[in-house]
Structures are given as C-alpha cells and as structure tokens.
C-alpha cells in the first residue's frame, strides 16, 4: 500500500512546485483543483446536486458548468459556499481513493489541494505537508502569475484558512521563501535541507526527517 503524502499551502506559496519536484521523481501526485473541475462536469452526484440548489441553468446547453452563475451564487454567502461544498467535496475524496486504489503498487503518493484542511482530506494522507512563505512573497508571487492586482489577491488569501491555523496541522513544513522562486524554480535545481526530496527520492520509510525544511535555490 502507498504511503500518502497531502501537499497543502495558500496562494503563491510554491505547492505546485513541490507537486511538479515529486512528479518529476516518479512519484504521482493528485491535483486536486483539476480534479475537482473534471468531476464536477462529469459527476452525476454532483450535476444533480448542483442543479437542485442553484438550479438547471447551472449548467449551460452543451453540459458546461455554468462557472459565473455559480460563482455568483456563491460570491458574499458562506452558507451557499458550504453547501456547493458539501455536494462536491464528497465526490472529490471518493475520486482520490479510487485513484489512490488503482495506483496501490506505488510506493509514495501525493495529493496536492489547497484546502485540503478545509475539504476534509487530511484523513486520506498519512502525513500533511504544508508549503509555507510570507505573506509579502506570495502575494508579489500571485500578482505576477495570474496577472491581478493586490487588492484581489489579498481578497482570495484571506478567504483561505490562515496559514498558522493550517501549520498546526501539518506534520511537516516546507519554508519556500525566495522571491520569484515559482517563475524561475528549475525542479531539478531544488535542495529541500532536512532531507525532504533526499528521503523521498530514497527509502519511503522515513519520508521526512526533519519537522523544519527549507526549500532553497542553488
């Protein structure tokens, strides 16, 4: 059986990288935010359910979720979020462990979601990893990627889990602190100190060695 690795981390804090290092290593990771999209315009669980909270319009003609109507719907209302959330979140955690069961062989999975805390997903991973950098580098880090401005980035971060609630869950921490470190990251030029891709690259068993990593680029 696999051992479960969750990758977890606010915006701009470098998780896709560790996602892409663990890839590029062999090691298979779930993207939980492309598979949430996948399944919610696939799932029929979730179609149905969609439908009968926003309504029929929720998906267009050609069976497209509707993203602005049910973006709209859920924008300013914490109890519609929760409830979108509660049809899909479900269908998600199935999905994973059904891939998690098709790949059992593996030695070492992952499952990077930014809201794995929040979605309830930290019971399907054996350890919680989660990426960390201040809160300045993130937000240089999202302006620049998503080409947005502060003031919308700021908004997305602080609709999010706060990162020190999010490290009292984690069993390890990655500290990504280099500015512009996502653009110009090379994957393969990453020490992570503490033993973190050392141990993964190496003997499953001690996947981390240390309760403090820092990602580093050399």
């Known amino acids: 059986m696999a051992i479960k690795i969750g990758i977890t981390g606010g915006i701009g804090s470098g998780k896709s990288v560790v996602s892409r290092l663990l890839g590029i290593m062999g090691i298979p990771v779930y993207i939980s935010d492309i598979e949430a999209k996948r399944i919610t315009q696939t799932d029929p669980v979730i179609r149905r359910g969609l439908c009968d909270l926003v309504g029929q319009d929720v998906f267009l003609q050609g069976g497209e979720l509707n993203r602005s109507l049910l973006a709209s719907y859920m924008f300013g209302h914490q109890d519609h979020v929760r409830k979108v959330n509660e049809i899909i979140h479900p269908q998600v955690k199935e999905d994973f462990r059904q891939w998690a069961t098709r790949l059992k062989s593996e030695l070492l999975l992952g499952m990077e979601s930014a809201i794995l805390v929040e979605a309830g997903f930290k019971d399907e ?14 937000v240089e880090r999202a302006v620049k990627r998503d080409c947005s401005s502060r003031e919308l980035v700021m908004k997305r971060i602080e609709a999010q889990m706060g990162d020190e609630v999010k490290r009292s869950h984690a069993d390890f921490v990655i500290v990504n602190d280099v500015i512009g470190c996502v653009k110009k990251l090379n994957p393969l030029t990453v020490l992570c100190q503490d033993g973190v891709v050392r141990a993964l690259n190496a003997e499953a068993h001690v996947i981390i060695t240390g309760q403090h990593l820092s990602l580093i680029h050399i």
């Open 125 to 138: 991973v054996d350890f919680l990893v989660m990426v960390y950098a201040p809160l300045e580098v993130r």
